[in-house]
Nanobody
Framework: QVQLVESGGGLVQAGGSLRLSCVASRRTFSSAAMGWFRQAPGKEREFVAAIRRSDTSTYYTDSVKDRFTISRDNAKNTVYLQMDSLKPEDTAVYYC???????????????????WGQGTQVTVSS
C-alpha cells in the first residue's frame, strides 16, 4: 500500500500562485509515475499533469501549459505542482495519484493509477 497526502490548497485571487505538495508513504515512490488530477463540481476528474518515473519527463494538459509545473523530489518522497497565473476555471479539488506499474509515458486516464490522495481544494476568485 502507498498512502498519498496532499497539501497546499487554498483560496487565491486570479493571477495568483499556489504550490501543492503530495507526500508518499513509501520509498518505492521513486518507482512510480506521479500524476495530478482535478475535479470541479459536477464534472469528471480530469488530467492536469504527470511526471515520469525514469527520466522525470513532464506532461501537461493544454489548459495549464506554461502556467503549471510538476516536479518531484525522490529523496523526500514528494511531488509538487506549482500553479501560477491561476484562473477561476482552475477551481477544483486537486488529487495526486501514483502509477506503480507503467514505465512509459504516464497515463492520462484516472483508472490507470493505483493510489490516490484525499484531495486538496483550490479556489480561485475573480
Amino acid at each position: 500500500q502507498v498512502q498519498l497526502v496532499e497539501s497546499g490548497g487554498g483560496l487565491v485571487q486570479a493571477g495568483g500562485s499556489l504550490r501543492l505538495s503530495c507526500v508518499a508513504s513509501r520509498r518505492t515512490f521513486s518507482s512510480a509515475a506521479m500524476g495530478w488530477f482535478r475535479q470541479a463540481p459536477g464534472k469528471e476528474r480530469e488530467f492536469v499533469a504527470a511526471i515520469r518515473r525514469s527520466d522525470t519527463s513532464t506532461y501537461y494538459t493544454d489548459s495549464v501549459k506554461d502556467r503549471f509545473t510538476i516536479s518531484r523530489d525522490n529523496a523526500k518522497n514528494t511531488v509538487y505542482l506549482q500553479m501560477d497565473s491561476l484562473k477561476p476555471e482552475d477551481t477544483a479539488v486537486y488529487y495526486c495519484a501514483a502509477d506503480m506499474v507503467r514505465s512509459g509515458i504516464p497515463a492520462k486516464v484516472p483508472s490507470l493509477y493505483d493510489y490516490w490522495g484525499q484531495g486538496t481544494q483550490v479556489t480561485v476568485s475573480s
